[in-house]
Nanobody, 117 residues
Framework: QVQLVESGGGLVQPGGSLRLSCAAS????????MRWYRQAPGKERVFVAA???????TYLDSVKGRFAISRDIPKNTVYLQMNSLKPEDTAVYYC???????????WGQGIQVTVSS
């Protein structure tokens, strides 16, 4: 089992920045892929960004060039740097850890990001 705890959310004005953190603990040695998802009110949860063990990254098209996912291995932490934020980025953001061999998914509790003037 992998435990994930997100932090760093909050209220920011359009054009502003936030950095989300996801601290992982437990059986993290088995994890191959770390991902961020988000869920806006009344909408489905959608993929935002991912980073694998080779530091290869992928992004939702609408956040490319504005968001950056990274990881700090010694700290067992994944980050999502969010710049040039827009009101449509408002959502609860979830951290996800995926293990390809077992197909196991672990989720954090989610953290609110609100972009509003």
């Amino acid at each position: 089992q992998v435990q994930l705890v997100e932090s760093g959310g909050g209220l920011v004005q359009p054009g502003g920045s936030l950095r989300l953190s996801c601290a992982a603990s437990g059986s993290i040695f088995s994890v191959n892929l770390m991902r961020w998802y988000r869920q806006a009110p009344g909408k489905e949860r959608v993929f935002v960004a991912a980073i694998n063990t080779n530091d290869r990254t992928t992004y939702l098209d609408s956040v490319k060039g504005r968001f950056a996912i990274s990881r700090d291995i010694p700290k067992n932490t994944v980050y999502l740097q969010m710049n040039s934020l827009k009101p449509e980025d408002t959502a609860v953001y979830y951290c996800n850890a995926f293990t390809t061999t077992t197909r196991n998914n672990s989720w954090g509790q989610g953290i609110q990001v609100t972009v509003s003037s």
